[in-house]
Antibody, heavy 117, light 110 residues
Framework: QVQLQESGPGLVKPSETLSLTCAVSGYSISSGYYWGWIRQPPGKGLEWIGSIYHSGSTYYNPSLKSRVTISVDTSKNQFSLKLSSVTAADTAVYYC??????????WGQGTLVTVSS | QSALTQPASVSGSPGQSITISCTGTSSDVGGYNYVSWYQQHPGKAPKLMIYEVSNRPSGVSNRFSGSKSGNTASLTISGLQAEDEADYYCSSYTSSSTWVFGGGTKLTVL
């Protein structure tokens, strides 16, 4: 059974960089699939942030591309998200997930990141 | 990339059927049979309900069904139950090798 678990600071100051890690168990990242990050501001809908293919190729939402970096560490079977120059608008629950062309599944439980001084 | 268009809310009585639409473009919904649907209860992570337009994952009730015509996909829930009350999101793979979500639809079971 594939499981994903997000980790990282729950509070980030404005203008700083948000950093999250997603640990994957039950499946080797290097075996295939895309590995992605999705966020959901409080009371709002889902937004695709970006993904990394098992080979290391990255694909980002154009609206966030200038601030996002997704990387993978196959030795630890985890992948990471960095979002720079954050503002209050980046406050959200951040989910990591495995993505295939046909679906996004499974998802991590999500982690709330608040941007505030 | 623009979000897919879903109605903000739908409602129905127990036992009835409802349909949620999801409209995109030829670069996403219309260009691929890679539409999926997710159910989200408050405070929970989204749950996959339909993949590849009309397929149900193991364990998902056959009351949930999906279809697509052109640039619009649809999710139908038949025999509404109280537990179906949740937010529903559609998603599609896109020509930019990314995924895009709909704005979400709040289903109220009256």
């Amino acid at each position: 059974q594939v499981q994903l678990q997000e980790s990282g600071p729950g509070l980030v100051k404005p203008s700083e960089t948000l950093s999250l890690t997603c640990a994957v168990s039950g499946y080797s990242i290097s075996s295939g699939y895309y590995w992605g990050w999705i966020r959901q501001p409080p009371g709002k809908g889902l937004e695709w942030i970006g993904s990394i293919y098992h080979s290391g190729s990255t694909y980002y939402n154009p609206s966030l591309k200038s601030r996002v970096t997704i990387s993978v560490d196959t030795s630890k079977n985890q992948f990471s998200l960095k979002l720079s120059s954050v503002t209050a608008a980046d406050t959200a629950v951040y989910y990591c997930a495995r993505a295939g062309y046909d679906s996004i599944d499974p998802w991590g439980q999500g982690t709330l990141v608040t941007v505030s001084s | 990339q623009s979000a897919l268009t879903q109605p903000a809310s739908v409602s129905g009585s127990p036992g009835q059927s409802i349909t949620i639409s999801c409209t995109g473009t030829s670069s996403d919904v219309g260009g691929y049979n890679y539409v999926s649907w997710y159910q989200q209860h408050p405070g929970k992570a989204p749950k996959l309900m339909i993949y590849e337009v009309s397929n149900r994952p193991s364990g998902v009730s056959n009351r949930f069904s999906g279809s697509k015509s052109g640039n619009t996909a649809s999710l139908t829930i038949s025999g509404l139950q109280a537990e179906d009350e949740a937010d529903y999101y559609c998603s599609s793979y896109t020509s930019s090798s990314t995924w895009v979500f709909g704005g979400g639809t709040k289903l109220t079971v009256l």
